[in-house]
Protein backbone atom coordinates (compact mmCIF):
# COMPACT_ATOMS: atom_id res chain seq x y z
CA UNK A 1 0.00 0.00 0.00
CA UNK A 2 1.34 3.23 -0.89
CA UNK A 3 1.24 6.13 1.95
CA UNK A 4 0.76 8.99 -0.37
CA UNK A 5 -3.01 8.21 -2.28
CA UNK A 6 -4.77 10.49 -4.54
CA UNK A 7 -8.12 12.06 -3.25
CA UNK A 8 -10.31 15.10 -4.59
CA UNK A 9 -10.12 16.73 -1.32
CA UNK A 10 -12.67 20.00 -2.37
CA UNK A 11 -15.05 16.74 -1.34
CA UNK A 12 -13.64 17.29 2.60
CA UNK A 13 -13.10 20.21 4.80
CA UNK A 14 -9.91 20.75 5.89
CA UNK A 15 -8.18 23.57 8.23
CA UNK A 16 -4.42 24.14 7.51
CA UNK A 17 -1.94 24.15 10.07
CA UNK A 18 0.91 25.48 8.31
CA UNK A 19 1.65 27.72 4.86
CA UNK A 20 2.43 25.76 1.56
CA UNK A 21 5.62 24.42 1.33
CA UNK A 22 7.41 24.05 -1.71
CA UNK A 23 8.85 20.46 -1.47
CA UNK A 24 10.52 19.94 -4.26
CA UNK A 25 11.27 21.52 -7.94
CA UNK A 26 11.73 19.26 -11.52
CA UNK A 27 12.74 20.56 -14.49
CA UNK A 28 11.05 18.58 -17.36
CA UNK A 29 13.09 20.05 -20.12
CA UNK A 30 16.41 18.54 -17.97
CA UNK A 31 17.36 15.02 -18.86
CA UNK A 32 16.30 11.87 -16.48
CA UNK A 33 18.70 11.70 -13.99
CA UNK A 34 20.29 8.39 -14.11
CA UNK A 35 20.83 7.81 -10.02
CA UNK A 36 17.85 8.54 -7.55
CA UNK A 37 17.41 12.27 -6.26
CA UNK A 38 16.36 12.69 -2.42
CA UNK A 39 14.70 15.80 -0.97
CA UNK A 40 14.34 16.33 2.83
CA UNK A 41 13.20 18.98 4.89
CA UNK A 42 11.05 19.92 7.88
CA UNK A 43 7.95 21.80 7.65
CA UNK A 44 6.85 23.67 10.64
CA UNK A 45 3.10 23.10 12.22
CA UNK A 46 2.27 26.98 12.85
CA UNK A 47 -0.92 25.75 14.31
CA UNK A 48 0.01 23.63 17.39
CA UNK A 49 -3.60 23.50 19.14
CA UNK A 50 -5.03 20.83 16.56
CA UNK A 51 -3.97 17.05 15.90
CA UNK A 52 -2.34 16.65 12.72
CA UNK A 53 -3.94 13.84 11.20
CA UNK A 54 -2.90 14.08 7.34
CA UNK A 55 -0.65 16.01 4.92
CA UNK A 56 -1.94 17.05 1.12
CA UNK A 57 0.44 17.54 -1.61
CA UNK A 58 -0.51 18.98 -5.22
CA UNK A 59 1.52 20.11 -8.05
CA UNK A 60 1.83 23.64 -9.88
CA UNK A 61 2.80 22.76 -13.60
CA UNK A 62 4.53 25.86 -14.81
CA UNK A 63 4.16 25.48 -18.42
CA UNK A 64 5.39 29.20 -19.70
CA UNK A 65 6.17 32.08 -17.77
CA UNK A 66 2.52 33.32 -18.33
CA UNK A 67 0.81 29.95 -18.02
CA UNK A 68 0.86 27.88 -15.35
CA UNK A 69 -1.51 24.53 -13.95
CA UNK A 70 -2.66 24.01 -10.30
CA UNK A 71 -4.10 21.19 -8.51
CA UNK A 72 -4.08 22.36 -5.24
CA UNK A 73 -5.63 25.42 -3.38
CA UNK A 74 -8.04 27.77 -5.64
CA UNK A 75 -7.32 30.68 -2.94
CA UNK A 76 -4.13 31.68 -0.76
CA UNK A 77 -3.79 28.87 2.36
CA UNK A 78 -4.32 30.72 5.61
CA UNK A 79 -3.13 29.12 8.92
CA UNK A 80 -6.36 27.72 11.20
CA UNK A 81 -8.41 28.47 8.05
CA UNK A 82 -10.88 26.03 5.87
CA UNK A 83 -8.89 25.19 2.86
CA UNK A 84 -10.96 25.69 -0.71
CA UNK A 85 -9.21 23.25 -3.27
CA UNK A 86 -9.50 23.42 -6.71
CA UNK A 87 -12.49 21.16 -8.43
CA UNK A 88 -11.42 18.87 -11.32
CA UNK A 89 -8.30 17.68 -9.60
CA UNK A 90 -6.75 15.25 -7.18
CA UNK A 91 -4.76 15.77 -4.91
CA UNK A 92 -2.01 13.43 -3.02
CA UNK A 93 -2.84 12.51 0.52
CA UNK A 94 -0.39 11.56 3.37
CA UNK A 95 -2.56 9.97 6.68
CA UNK A 96 -0.74 9.82 9.86
CA UNK A 97 -1.18 6.87 11.41
CA UNK A 98 -0.83 8.40 14.96
CA UNK A 99 -3.17 11.71 15.19
CA UNK A 100 -0.98 14.20 17.51
CA UNK A 101 -0.08 17.37 18.30
CA UNK A 102 3.21 18.32 16.58
CA UNK A 103 5.48 21.46 15.79
CA UNK A 104 6.77 20.04 13.13
CA UNK A 105 6.21 17.37 9.72
CA UNK A 106 9.53 15.66 8.63
CA UNK A 107 9.88 14.42 5.33
CA UNK A 108 12.00 12.53 2.67
CA UNK A 109 11.17 12.22 -1.05
CA UNK A 110 12.97 10.13 -2.87
CA UNK A 111 12.74 10.43 -6.83
CA UNK A 112 13.48 6.47 -8.33
CA UNK A 113 13.80 7.90 -11.96
CA UNK A 114 14.22 3.48 -13.00
CA UNK A 115 10.71 3.33 -12.10
CA UNK A 116 9.28 7.23 -12.86
CA UNK A 117 7.76 7.03 -9.35
CA UNK A 118 8.67 9.09 -6.13
CA UNK A 119 9.05 7.32 -2.78
CA UNK A 120 7.31 9.32 0.64
CA UNK A 121 8.28 9.30 4.31
CA UNK A 122 6.74 11.37 6.74
CA UNK A 123 7.08 12.10 10.65
CA UNK A 124 5.47 14.18 12.86
CA UNK A 125 7.49 15.55 16.20
CA UNK A 126 6.85 17.59 19.00
Not at 50 to 55: A, D, S
Request: aromatic share 12%; proline share 8%.
Amino acid sequence: MKNVEPHPLWEYPCVALAPPTRLLTIDLADSVPEKNISYSGTIPVDYNNLEVNGLALWSTWELTPELSINTGPCSDIVVGDKVEWEKGHKQGVHFFKEHRVANNIHYNITFIPGEGDFKFEFGNSD
